[in-house]
């Protein structure tokens, strides 16, 4: 069923919103391909993310090999990267490959300098240490949501304030507050005889205005008639199949990959796959293949080598029409071209051809 079927019939029968919105910018944008921008700097990576923009349905990072990332959450390289995403209408995929156990896929996840769940719409992990880390990444994005949701949380909590101006309070229970606003209620003494004042205490959280990777477009309007914002949503691909040369990856493998994507509909898009993984009763995911490339132009019939270090390639067509997948990942082949725009054109030509073509159109 997968193979016949339009993006435009699938986002009606994607589960997930972030699929759903996906399947619609691909049929808007005539366009399933994805830039794996593997430049080493921020500087560089904005400058092709803003070139390519227009070309592309995801932009895929690796934000761990980029110099210069800037980790403001308001100002720095996630933010801006959101801001060129909504711009030119893509959603941003960080190509994180979690493994570990799950309480630490979490904190990698949420925390640490990058806060990947604030500015990128997708990630993606490799299973082998057991599909429990999956539910504990769908439950990080949830509770992201959440909070994302309630842009500015007030908590008003009473405590007796001590005269050298020590407050003797119960601490409200949310995390980081951004600011405590502490004012004189009424002066009192607490129940140790001291003197001081009840004070209420309004604790404001976060604010995710300006950090997660959907919100207003103030700052960059869209240059793509149609397309909507982006649903404050995050999704996992699961990481399937690999394109490198003796990849250890099992058809067992695979096959819990398709069962935990299954168990997280909410959560898991699809799949980082080399071909189509669902079976005819399931089309609701999508996916993303690397390990892609054209021979250069005027050389149709060369065979297309490998980078030397594993990585192996194939057509757009032959993934596309031939393996069943839905987007191709390109990096290379478009950043080492002399024109990264104009081949990231002839990429989108050719892996949308190869879409009609599987369509029989
Ligand atoms: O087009 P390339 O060969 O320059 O880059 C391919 C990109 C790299 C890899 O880290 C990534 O795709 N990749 C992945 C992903 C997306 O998870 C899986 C895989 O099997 N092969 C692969 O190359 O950024």
């Known amino acids: 069923a997968t193979l016949t079927q339009t993006f435009a019939e699938r986002a009606e029968k994607a589960t997930h919103p972030l699929t759903r919105y996906l399947f619609r910018l691909m049929e808007l944008k005539q366009s399933n ?20 923009g227009p070309y592309i349905v995801v932009l895929k990072t690796h934000y761990d090999l980029i110099s210069g990332w800037d980790y403001n959450p308001q100002t720095g390289t996630g933010a801006k990267l959101a801001a060129l995403a909504r711009k030119h209408g893509f959603l941003i995929f960080e190509d994180r490959k979690f493994v570990d156990i799950g309480k630490t896929v979490q904190m990698q996840y949420t925390a640490g300098t990058a806060r990947i769940i ?26 992201w949501k959440g909070r994302r949701h309630c842009e500015v949380k007030t908590s008003v909590t009473v405590g007796a304030l001590d005269e050298d101006g020590t407050v003797n309070g119960v601490s409200p229970s949310h995390v980081e507050p951004l600011e405590e606003q502490i004012r004189p209620v009424s002066p009192e003494r607490d129940a140790d005889g001291r003197k001081g004042s009840i004070v209420s205490i309004t604790t404001v959280t976060q604010s995710f205005e300006h950090a997660g990777a959907s919100g207003h ?5 869209s240059v793509f008639p149609g397309i909507e914002e982006a649903p404050a949503d995050r ?20 096959q819990a990959c398709v069962e935990a994507a299954r168990d997280h509909r909410d959560f898991v898009m699809g799949f980082v796959s080399q071909e189509a993984l669902n079976s005819a009763d399931d089309d609701a995911f999508i996916h993303m293949t690397p390990g892609c490339k054209l021979p250069p132009p005027g050389e149709e019939d060369k065979p297309i080598d490998g980078d030397g270090l594993g990585q192996q390639y194939n057509t757009p067509d032959k993934l596309i029409k031939g393996a069943g997948t839905d987007i191709v990942i390109v990096g290379r082949g478009i ?22 073509g599987r369509l029989g159109k």
């Open 33 to 52: 391909l994805c830039l794996s921008a593997d430049v080493t700097t921020a500087r560089g990576l904005l400058a092709i993310a803003d070139k390519v």
């Open 118 to 143: 604030d500015w990128a719409h997708i990630t993606n992990a490799n299973i082998d240490a057991g599909k429990d880390m999956v539910r504990a990444l769908a439950e990080a994005a949830a509770k």
């Open 217 to 221: 477009a103030d700052d960059a309007e």
């Open 235 to 254: 999704g996992l691909l699961l990481l399937a199949q690999m394109s490198s040369k003796g990849c250890l990856m099992t058809r067992e493998y695979t």
């Open 335 to 356: 950043l080492e071209a002399a024109d990264p725009v104009s081949e990231a054109e002839r990429y989108r030509k050719r892996a949308w051809k190869a879409y009609l």
